[in-house]
T-cell receptor, first 117, second 111 residues
Framework: DTGVSQDPRHKITKRGQNVTFRCDPI?????LYWYRQTLGQGPEFLTY????????KSRLLSDRFSAERPKGSFSTLEIQRTEQGDSAMYLC???????????????FGEGSRLTVL | DQQVKQNSPSLSVQEGRISILNCDYT??????FLWYKKYPAEGPTFLIS?????DKNEDGRFTVFLNKSAKHLSLHIVPSQPGDSAVYFC??????????FGAGTTVTVRA
C-alpha cells in the first residue's frame, strides 16, 4: 500500500498524559500536513512541512502541541499534558509541490483517533 | 473564523436523481476549490477540484460549478447512487495547498 499511513489508529489516554502520533506520507511527496477534526466539523489545519522545514505552525492549538519531520520523511505530532478537549481525529495528509495534474489535492491518511478520559 | 461554509448539514436524495451540494466562501484570495468525500472511519478522499480561472469542471457523474462573484460553488452528482452516501467537504486554498474546509454535508441516497 503506497498511501498515507498513520499510527496508532486509536489512542485512549488519561488526562495529563503525553501522546505521540506518527504519519508516513506517500514517499515522493515533499509536503506533509496535520489536521484535526472534531465531531460535526471539517478538518482544521494545524501545521505543515515542506521537506523537513515546518513552514507554518501558528495554527497549532497551544504550546502543548508540537510536530516534527526530522528527515523530511515521516512526521510526528505530540500532545503534552492532554486535556479532554484534545479528543478528536488527527489527520495527516501529504502532497507534492510538483503535482502534475495541478489539482491542489491532498492525500489523507485514515487518521488517529484520540480519546482523553 | 470560518472562511468556507456549508450551510446544509444533510441532504437526502433518491437514487438516480441529482444531488446538489452548496458551499460559500469569504476569502477572495482562494484560487483552488476542492470537494472531498469521507466515509466513516476513513480519511477524506479527493473527488474533484476547480481552479478560480474556470467556472465549471466535470468528471464523470460529478460536476463542480464556481461563481466567483457570488463566492459560491456547488457540486452536482448525477445520477446519485447508493455508494455516494457519505460526508462531502468543500475545501479551498490560497496560493498554496493548505486547505480550509467547510463543516461538511452528509448525503444519504435512498433506494
Amino acid at each position: 500500500d503506497t498511501g498515507v499511513s498513520q499510527d496508532p489508529r486509536h489512542k485512549i489516554t488519561k488526562r495529563g498524559q503525553n501522546v505521540t502520533f506518527r504519519c508516513d506520507p506517500i514517499s515522493e511527496h515533499n509536503r506533509l500536513y496535520w489536521y484535526r477534526q472534531t465531531l460535526g466539523q471539517g478538518p482544521e489545519f494545524l501545521t505543515y512541512f515542506q521537506n523537513e522545514a515546518q513552514l507554518e505552525k501558528s495554527r497549532l492549538l497551544s504550546d502543548r502541541f508540537s510536530a516534527e519531520r526530522p528527515k523530511g520523511s515521516f512526521s510526528t505530532l505530540e500532545i503534552q499534558r492532554t486535556e479532554q478537549g484534545d479528543s478528536a481525529m488527527y489527520l495527516c495528509a501529504s502532497s507534492s509541490r510538483l503535482d502534475r495534474r495541478n489539482t491542489g489535492e491532498l492525500f489523507f491518511g485514515e487518521g488517529s483517533r484520540l480519546t482523553v478520559l | 473564523d470560518q472562511q468556507v461554509k456549508q450551510n446544509s448539514p444533510s441532504l437526502s436524495v433518491q437514487e438516480g436523481r441529482i444531488s446538489i451540494l452548496n458551499c460559500d466562501y469569504t476569502n477572495s484570495m482562494f484560487d483552488y476549490f476542492l470537494w472531498y468525500k469521507k466515509y466513516p472511519a476513513e480519511g477524506p478522499t479527493f473527488l474533484i477540484s476547480i481552479s478560480s480561472i474556470k467556472d465549471k469542471n466535470e468528471d464523470g457523474r460529478f460536476t463542480v460549478f464556481l461563481n466567483k462573484s457570488a463566492k459560491h460553488l456547488s457540486l452536482h452528482i448525477v445520477p446519485s447512487q447508493p455508494g455516494d452516501s457519505a460526508v462531502y467537504f468543500c475545501a479551498a486554498s490560497a496560493n498554496d495547498y493548505k486547505l480550509s474546509f467547510g463543516a461538511g454535508t452528509t448525503v444519504t441516497v435512498r433506494a
